[in-house]
């Protein structure tokens, strides 16, 4: 069955309220999210010290094991999800991820720790997919950048709770607290998720919305013929592999480079998350709010453009050996890797149609988290530990492992080129979509 554009003045639409009572709870979703992800980058250099580990042995309990089952559990979880209640496999996934975040901070082992870890992983598949799936839902095509950035908002926002709160936390308390300190309110979301919002209809705004429950060999076709979705894919990954994957590391650099201890270095980087992630993100959504952001072709070329500029910088942050050259530099680098994931999720839902855009999300993810999760932190832990030889891993060779993945971030501007080419077709055959711009 096919719904048409006529079909959807006649389905119920959501109010004003409603959507964007919705779009805050995704983003503070989105925001325990990242949080629960990243505080194990503060907590990095603590769990290494108490647990003897290398640094290739900490990129795998913090990193790996997080993103090996994220991206194994991603594809089955959004695949239900595209067939099921959206809204209640969130709200399980939340309470299934903050539970874990809880029982890391309980774990008295590396191999306990490993495990709640590995639950964290599995329990935050199920979330940012049918978060955007639902937010697209709620607001028309041409809006949907727009309002995802607005999710993204969460990233910044759990980013400075990770960093900078947890920093402070596990400085004074023990990293076990931080630990506590973010599962027991995500779990609490949760429950909120599932007694307040509703699950919409899907494909309730779009032009065109068949009513089928395609397989993943289907989805995973309509992919590969919708090359922008392949190349917007692309260009997240590896701006995740670039940014998130620099970051990782960011706070152990900072710690064995210049001394600073986990709450010095949380502070450092928290309050550049925070205010310089916050500000990208809204001018972000701000911008793509304009008439003119309606052609998608601009908004890629947004994306290029802005990691491109922003690339040098990234390597200017990890060659410099003086502090206050560094911190500049992350104030300019650390916006542009929140700027382009609210972007990337608008452009992906609308090279989707309704029924595979949880689906086009967990792989979006997948590569994202492979590159973010899985290659960046056990290869430049690897790296490290290679460069330093003999003597053990020290602030030298962390810097020039860091180095080498800087420049990456031109590879993302290509990928973003690529896809302005055919992105207007695409659009056009995913949800009968199109405006002016259109040729």
Not at 68 to 95: E, H, K
Request: aromatic share 12%; net charge positive; hydrophobic share 50%.
């Amino acid at each position: 069955m096919i719904t048409t554009a006529a079909d959807v003045t006649r389905v119920e639409t959501p109010s004003y309220l409603e959507r964007w009572y919705v779009l805050i709870v995704m983003c503070l979703i989105y925001t325990v999210n990242i949080a629960d992800r990243y505080v194990m980058s503060t907590i990095l250099e603590p769990i290494r010290l108490e647990l003897h580990l290398t640094d290739q042995g900490i990129g795998v309990l913090t990193g790996v094991s997080l993103g090996l089952f994220y991206v194994t559990a991603g594809i089955p979880i959004s695949w239900f999800a595209d067939r099921a209640n959206r809204r209640n496999i969130l709200a399980f996934s939340l309470v299934m991820w903050s539970a874990m975040t809880t029982l890391c901070g309980l774990s008295r082992t590396y191999w306990q720790l490993l495990t709640a870890r590995i639950g964290v992983g599995v329990g935050e598949a199920g979330g940012t997919p049918p978060s955007t799936a639902i937010v697209s839902d709620y607001f028309p095509a041409d809006r949907r950048p727009m309002a995802l950035t607005v999710l993204a908002l969460g990233a910044p926002l759990g980013a400075y709770v990770g960093y900078d709160m947890a920093g402070a936390i596990a400085h004074t308390y023990g990293w076990r607290v931080a630990l506590f300190a973010l599962g027991i309110p995500g779990a609490i979301l949760g429950a909120i998720v599932y007694l307040t919002i509703r699950e919409p209809k899907r494909g309730r705004l779009d032009a065109l919305a068949e009513d089928l429950k395609p397989s993943l060999a289907d989805s995973l076709k309509f992919l590969w013929k919708q090359k922008a979705a392949f190349h917007v894919v692309m260009g997240g990954g590896v701006c995740a592999l670039w940014g998130w994957g620099l970051i990782w590391w960011t706070p152990a650099f900072l710690t064995r480079t210049y001394g600073l201890d986990v709450a010095q270095a949380g502070d450092a980087l928290g309050w550049i998350h925070l205010i310089g992630g916050s500000v990208a993100s809204v001018f972000t959504a701000w911008l793509l709010a304009r008439p003119s952001m309606t052609d998608p072709r601009r908004v890629v070329g947004v994306l290029g453009l802005g990691v491109g500029l922003t690339t040098v910088p990234s390597f200017i942050a990890y060659f410099t050996h003086t502090l206050w050259i560094a911190k500049l530099m992350f104030w300019i680098f650390i916006p542009a890797i929140y700027f382009y994931i609210g972007p990337c999720f608008g452009l992906l839902q609308n090279l989707a149609p309704c029924h595979m855009r949880s689906m086009f999300i967990a792989i979006s993810l997948l590569v994202a988290n492979i590159f973010n999760l899985i290659v960046a932190p056990q290869a430049v832990g690897m790296m490290s530990d290679w460069f330093a030889g003999a003597h053990g891993a020290d602030a030298a060779s962390l810097r020039l492992a860091l180095l080498f993945l800087a420049p990456t971030g031109f590879w993302a501007t290509y990928h973003f080129y690529l896809a302005s080419k055919t992105i207007v077709a695409d659009q056009e055959r995913a949800i009968g979509y199109t405006r002016r711009w259109s040729p």
